[in-house]
């Protein structure tokens, strides 16, 4: 589907607020049309690894299919992507915005990454008249919230034992009930109409839960409560939202996961999306990863090994390739688990994830 209105309009609002500010003053005097519309796969990575941008090498369509029912959804060690549908980065500074592998428009990109063995997702969408679109930041990324619970539900229906994992966040914080401008511009988008409010997002959101019964798994989208940590027997064959968050980051009550979305949940997340070093970052990762080896109470943790410094640092690939000869992010993950560290890694977002990260991170699951 296109975006609804043919116009354009990330991971929490700091990001969005520092890429604005810089595109802006790079860009005040170029086209809005021209800085943020789609273009060919220009900035994709033209290198990869196994532990990078190779992630259709292997396939695991089903690996949950040899997990036992009654292991608890935070036991897990789940594969997933950063900014999931992030596949275009306009014609000014691509590479800053694109962070997946591009496998086609429409959530054709959603197919691969679930066909190898991808089962978090996370979604950035903007309101369009009542309708929600997938963008980062202010690039539209063809592709629209049907496309996403139409193929999530063709994949969940041809593999009943598996389960997606969904974060869905609001991506547009330029509007007028935010604290923006109303207007859209590079790095930033508003919602149209750029008055919309929190309770316009969980109007739309509540009627896609209703036009995809069954979808979701229901105690995550009462929007009365949040859900408790189910059992994987009881969410297979559904989308099991993780948390919905507005566009500055604001929790939407009664919605998630309760841990994830209830007291503490900070402790539970590493997602410092503004530490550029590669080392530096990489500590900051193998602590949430070593978090969740630790845990014995059944709790999930996630962390992102994904973060992006760009258009003046260090951008999405660069970071999870590597750069400056220092060993990227992926590579980086793929040596602590081939030496047998971390017996469980929780929830684990990348970047341009390779085929046999994604592989290192299956071989820890809770055993039959």
């Not at 939202?241 to 590493?270: D, K, S, W």
Request: charged share 15%; proline share 6%; hydrophobic share 40%.
């Amino acid at each position: 589907m296109e975006d609804l209105d043919r116009t354009v309009a990330l991971p929490r609002s700091p990001r969005r607020r520092r890429t604005a500010m810089a595109m802006a003053a790079l860009c005040a005097a170029a086209p809005l049309g021209a800085l943020i519309a789609p273009s060919p796969a220009a900035a994709q990575p033209s290198t990869s690894t196994a532990a990078f941008n190779s992630l259709t090498l292997e396939s695991h369509p089903a690996w949950m299919g040899a997990v036992p029912d009654t292991a608890a959804l935070g036991t897990l060690s789940v594969p997933g992507t950063h900014d999931t549908l992030a596949i275009h980065g306009g014609s000014l500074f691509p590479d800053a915005f694109e962070a997946q592998e591009d496998h086609g428009d429409s959530a054709a990109t959603l197919d691969a990454q679930l066909a190898a063995g991808i089962r978090a997702v996370d979604i950035r969408v903007r309101v369009v008249k009542g309708a929600f679109t997938i963008h980062h930041t202010s690039v539209y990324q063809n592709a629209n919230f049907d496309d996403v619970l139409i193929h999530a539900r063709a994949f969940l229906s041809a593999h009943p034992s598996e389960t997606i994992l969904m974060d869905l966040h609001g991506e547009c914080d330029a509007d007028t009930t935010e604290g923006g401008s109303g207007v859209s511009f590079i790095g930033s988008c508003a919602d149209d109409p750029n008055n919309t409010t929190t309770q316009d997002r969980i109007t739309i959101f509540n009627g896609y839960v209703a036009k995809y019964p069954g979808l979701f798994y229901a105690p995550t989208v009462t929007g009365a409560t949040p859900a408790g940590m189910p059992t994987l027997g009881q969410v297979r064959g559904h989308i099991v939202l993780t948390t919905f968050t507005g566009p500055r980051g604001g929790i939407y009550n009664g919605y998630g996961l309760a841990q994830l979305t209830t007291g503490n949940y900070g402790q539970y997340v590493e997602n410092d999306w503004q530490q550029c070093d590669l080392a530096k970052k990489w500590a900051e990762a193998q602590a949430g990863i070593a978090a969740a080896a630790a845990d014995t109470a059944g709790d999930i943790y996630v962390t992102y090994t994904s973060a992006s410094c760009a258009p003046f640092g260090a951008n999405p690939a660069a970071m999870a390739g590597g750069y400056g000869g220092g060993a990227g992010e992926n590579q980086r993950l793929l040596d602590y688990l081939n030496a047998g560290k971390a017996t469980r890694t929780g929830v684990v977002l990348m970047d341009y994830p390779g085929h046999s990260l994604v592989s290192a991170i299956l071989a820890r699951e809770p055993a039959a």
